[in-house]
């Protein structure tokens, strides 16, 4: 008969259970890892330094006490106590730095490494070579962007022959930007001959795109009055008193970085130009 305190393979039973420490009496309780997060108060294992976390060197904690005491100590395994438990100390992961937004020189968001796109039929075309480079400064990033070729006019005064050899239609829309256009002038009496619904003409109330450089910009107060009859930009270098109009348009143009170097009346309408060349076909 069996004893009934073996088991079946004969070897003596343990009447008070398996020795739950049996096979682990070397086995070290695990050490929770901690962030040492600036202000976490914690105690040094060995020599029983109080103090909050103020910084780092290298591989140590810089711990500052009440009295701000400031002592250094190494970021070893189960050095520290936090609120009597052993713990080991790390350097909190730095947080992932967000990607920085580019913006252009119009204000909007840059897409990057956008190529540029193939050229639309739509085109926007504005008065001189001065207005398409001031266009080109603030807005060459989205026009490129959204494939829209600025060209330059030599005036507006054959403009409604020009809409009409452009011959305009919802794939291939044109916006017109026009110094002075103010009522009564008589740029605005020949946009009124433009009534093609594929043709939008804006403009801005200065009389070259010059002024629409904010003048403290290039270091005036405002820019000078020219009588009626004598022609502008002539007028403005003489009272100036710069002999070379070549030479006072590369200091305006090299004034001017962004949106916020022009006039409200120019931004809004060249906005305007380009939000009607990019619309979607009818």
Known sequence: MRSPFRRR???????????VL??????????????????????????GFCGAVVGFEADAVVLADRHDKRR?????PGGFLVDGRVVTLRRPARPATPAVRRLTASGSIAVPDSPAKVA?????????????????????D?????????????????LVGAVAQFEPGPERRL???????VAGSKESRIVAQVTSPYVLVTGHPYVDVW??????????????????????????????????????????????????????????AVEHLIDFVTAPAD
């Open 9 to 19: 393979d004969d070897r003596p039973a343990d009447r008070y259970g398996t020795d």
């Open 22 to 47: 049996a096979g682990d009496r070397n086995r070290r309780p695990k050490v929770p890892v901690v962030d040492a997060e600036p202000g976490l108060v914690v105690e040094d294992a060995d020599g």
């Open 72 to 76: 250094l100590f190494p970021l070893v």
């Open 120 to 140: 639309r039929a739509s085109r926007i075309w504005v008065e001189g070579i001065h207005d398409a480079a001031l266009v080109e400064r603030i807005w060459g």
């Open 142 to 158: 989205d026009l490129r962007v959204e494939g829209v070729v600025v060209e330059p006019l030599s005036g507006v005064d054959d």
């Open 175 to 181: 916006g017109v930007l026009v110094d002075h256009l």
């Open 211 to 268: 002024q629409a450089v904010k003048p403290a910009k290039i270091g005036i107060r405002a820019w000078p009055e020219v009588p009626k009859g004598q022609p502008w930009k002539e007028g403005v270098c003489a009272a100036l008193g710069v002999s070379d109009p070549g030479a006072l348009w590369r200091r305006i143009l090299g004034s001017v970085r962004d949106y916020r170097d022009v006039e409200a009346p120019l931004l809004g």
